[in-house]
């Protein structure tokens, strides 16, 4: 499932250190956000999901914002382990019927 | 992981080639997606079913041809594909109306 050859950002973490991945929305209409994570070989996986009636929700490890006013979603993953290691995608809801819209994906290597 | 399974895993054709692909969804959802997953490009939304119907066809080219004979069942029908197609196809599913989608593992198509 890894988007090899595409130029992805790819951001190295300390393992143990905190994560931080970011995602630029462009469509003030979405209301629904993401984030999805794809390890090699694998499907994009559900992480945790937020509304734009909400600027923080947190999960097990991970910590979504969304700041709707610069149209910016970031995702936290704290105390990065190395099967944290994978390709995380952002989506958004913005376009017409049950359609999200993807990012481009970050690339997140942890080094033991 | 096994909410939405794929078959098969891998697939290498010749451009003269008929195979299918084959998604099948365990969550008691009515709706289902293909996407198509390329080294160069994000995901990128083929087709989508809603109730059985089909309500979204993202200009694919008609060498591409879904079925969904019911709700749980999802297939793309491959014919005459170019070198251009090997890509990594994922389906996905939700609830009717509902945002979140959940991916199968995905098949990894090589076009020869």
């Known amino acids: 499932g890894e988007s090899v050859g595409l130029h992805l950002p790819t951001l190295s973490v300390q393992e143990g250190d905190n994560s931080i991945i970011n995602c630029a929305y462009s469509?003030?209409?979405?209301?629904?956000f993401i984030w999805y994570k794809q390890e090699s070989g694998k499907g994009p996986q559900f992480i945790i999901d937020?509304?734009?009636?909400?600027d923080k929700r947190q999960g097990q490890r991970v910590t979504v914002l969304l700041n709707k006013t610069v149209k910016h979603l970031s995702l936290q993953i704290a105390a990065t382990q190395p099967g944290d290691s994978a390709v995380y995608f952002c989506a958004e809801n913005g376009a017409a019927g049950n359609k999200l819209t993807f990012g481009g994906g970050t690339r997140v290597l942890v080094k033991p | 992981e096994t909410g939405v399974t794929q078959t098969p895993r891998h697939l290498v054709m010749g451009m003269t080639n008929k195979k299918s692909l084959k998604c099948e969804q365990h969550l008691g959802h009515n709706a289902m997606y293909w996407y198509k997953q390329s080294a160069k490009k994000p995901l990128e939304l083929m087709f989508v079913?809603?109730?059985?119907?089909?309500?979204e066809n993202n200009s694919v080219p008609s060498r591409f041809s879904p079925e969904c004979p019911n709700s749980s069942h999802l297939f793309l029908h491959l014919h005459t594909l170019q070198p251009e197609d090997s890509a990594l196809y994922l389906c996905?599913?939700?609830?009717?109306?509902?945002?979140?989608?959940?991916f199968g593992p995905g098949t990894r198509l090589t076009v020869l």
């Open positions: 469509n003030s209409a979405s209301d629904y």
């Open positions: 996905a599913s939700s609830q009717e109306g509902a945002d979140t989608q959940y």
């Open positions: 079913y809603s109730l059985e119907e089909r309500v």
């Open positions: 937020i509304r734009s009636n909400m």
